[in-house]
């Protein structure tokens, strides 16, 4: 018996992956279990492993190349029997048709529209200017009859349409030039990669964040020395008993966990103009990595001991560098903690994590002099700044929310075992 | 400039200018003559070309009209008066089977204008009020014109005696004496299937002919002051349609009114209705209104025939409608 190979899917939302690299050649034997190959999709990296013992007698799909789920990406043969497995015609078609049926449903966002805005009601007229100037009439306010798209309401789209390209253009012309000559000049000076499904995911959630929400960043000055203290009192024990390398990281998501309970509005989202309050308390946690960044989230972390957070926290950044993540270990974030402070930075004012509304960002801890008392005293101070999405968080709310993460950091009491 | 000339003496110019041009040009109907034509249109003509040019005749329309084509055919270039519009039915096979076809089975032109005073508003009840004109746009093989000012009148009037064809002329009884206007004392015609824009606008075009071109001239000034731009154009042929002129309005204004004080069904709104929805669909931003004369006869009862024919402020109430549409 052979053993077809296929794409998983890797998440509910994911549709196609891209086989990144073959960890085995063809003719080589593999057991079952072990990794086969590794594959990239818009959400997670990920090793495959193979799903039964024998020869891989059949790679189908090659490095680089992306495929829809299901899709038959490699054959491993029985032991001993090094033919290549014959098609199996019938099951790839199945396979293919329930991936494309699977393919073909909309996205979310596109069911909701449909559901919310019927039928575009406009005109002969209208519709006609939408086709020659390429309008999709959905992005339409209709001030007619009815919510009908006039022609008066198109014009002036178009108006607007033009009025918004006038003022680019310039810009991206400029830009597109300057490529251009760069690239003409100096052949040999640059090197044109493309990007990687990662990278292309964070350009495009980067910039969808940016567009949603309406970004602002508050600043916090912490005085962080209990914290070092205790983390230094405690470091060799938690590598001793627990063999665990002690971060600060726990100490943040305690606090912010603890924060969110106190101010649920920063643990909601905003779903059209509903404000979804999530019962969860789910922490993501950046994590850097030489080839981009993913966000692992710690799930319930509110219900978690110190030791549970702790573990969680190492354990996550361990496996995103392996590239061990399941797709469930990078869904359903509330809230997002990142941490440029280990690199060095000061302060950062980063970009919220969709469909979260405020991100936590720590900053370096340093020694600094600060005034207490009247006098100067060298204390490990950091600054904490929140960049929270003022459609939904005011100002104050947010500044009452560090308040409180910066007096239980201050005054940290929980025992750490 | 000379001083204002009303419609009804526009009229009586032309065909003066005509007679005096072209000897073969001549007038026949009842009471054209010694009396001058029911309404004056032929006043004075009697006593300046002669008996022989200008032919009072019994009271019957098919045998003016038979006698008139007999006398196209021969080289004549008659024009028949109806003095009422409402009786050319008298003379509708003459018209329709005769006039309009002999072009097309002989090859014969019949240089033939027969003119009627058509429209309502003056109390005429339902034999002095109609408006015959679609019977003949109807009818191939001949033209329908329906001047609306002083102007279109002299100069359409001019254009159908010179016409080879029949030529049917509806002149407006409702107009005759109320509308006047200054004309050029050098001469001028008009041409036969040539659609006038008696009003530029750019919301919506109201389309029409006749006396209602001044009912959708006032609504235009009315609701110029609301802020909807009307266009009023004036077809001044029924027969060809100057479909070129009317396209191209709706283009322009992408809404449309039709306005006629005939009856709706069948009426000439219908039929503009088709071309614009076949020919300019994708121009069109609201839906197609007509404004026209219920489908009855004229009523004799003076609060009847206000309710009947169209007036001013139903293009008003109409156009804002289609205005917010």
Known sequence: MAANVIMPQMGESIFEGTITKWLRKVGDFVKRDEPLFEISTDKVDSEIPAPASGVLSEIRVKEGETVQINTVVAVISEEGAAQPAAPQPDVASQESRNSTRLAAQPSIGKVERDEGGQTVRSSPLVRRIAKVENVDLSDLEGTGLGGRITKKDILGYLTERQKVAEVTRPMVQQVAQDMAETLQSGVDRTEVVPMSLMRKSIAEHMVASRRISAHVTTVFEVDMSRIVQLKNQHAQDFLNKEGIKLSYMPFFIRTVSEGLKEFPMLNASIVDTNIVYRKDINIGVAVALDWGLIVPVIKNADEKSFLGLARAAVDLAARARRKRLAPEDVQNGTFTITNPGVFGSLLGTPIINQPQVAILCIGAITKRPVVINDAIAIRSMAYLTLTFDHRLIDGALADQFMVSIKAKLEGWEEKLF | ?325
């Not at chain 2, 060809?240 to 396209?247: A, G, N, S, T, V």
Request: include cysteine; hydrophobic fraction near 45%; glycine fraction near 8%.
């Open chain 2, 1 to 325: 400039m000379a001083a204002p000339t009303t419609y009804l003496e526009a009229i009586r110019q032309g065909i003066w200018e005509e007679m005096e041009r072209n000897e073969n040009v001549f007038i026949l109907g009842e009471d054209v003559g010694v009396y001058g034509g029911a309404f004056k249109v032929t006043e004075g003509m009697i006593e300046r070309f002669g008996e022989d040019r200008v032919i009072d005749t019994p009271i019957s329309e098919a045998a003016i009209v038979g006698a008139a084509i007999g006398a196209a055919l021969m080289g004549m270039r008659p024009i028949a008066e109806m003095q009422f519009a409402d009786f050319i039915a008298c003379a509708f096979d003459q018209i329709t089977n005769f006039a309009a076809k002999c072009r097309y089975r002989w090859g014969a032109g019949v240089p033939l204008v027969i003119r009627g005073p058509s429209g309502g508003g003056i109390h005429g009840g339902p034999f002095h009020s109609q408006n015959p004109e679609m019977h003949f746009v109807h009818t191939p093989g001949l033209k329908v014109v329906a001047p609306s000012t002083a102007y279109d009148a002299k100069g359409l009037i001019k254009s159908a005696i010179r016409d080879e064809d029949p030529v049917i002329y509806f002149e407006h009884k409702f107009l005759y004496r109320r509308i006047k206007e200054e004309l050029p004392e050098k001469e001028f015609v008009v041409p036969i299937g040539k659609a006038d824009i008696k009003r530029s606008g750019s919301d919506i075009s109201v389309i029409t002919y006749g006396a209602m071109v001044h009912n959708a001239l006032e609504a235009a000034t009315v609701l110029a002051e609301e802020g909807i731009d009307l266009e009023v154009v004036d077809l001044r042929t029924l027969l060809p349609l100057d479909k070129e002129r009317i396209l191209e309005s709706v283009k322009k204004t992408n809404k449309v009114i039709l306005v006629h004080e005939d009856v709706r069904t069948g009426g000439i709104a219908g039929e503009l209705a088709a071309i614009i929805a076949e020919e300019a669909f994708e121009y069109l931003d609201g839906p197609i209104m007509r404004i026209t004369a219920p489908d009855t006869p004229v009523p004799y009862s003076p609060p009847l025939e206000e309710f009947f024919f169209p007036k001013t402020s139903d293009i008003i109430r109409v156009a804002k409608q289609l205005a917010t549409y």
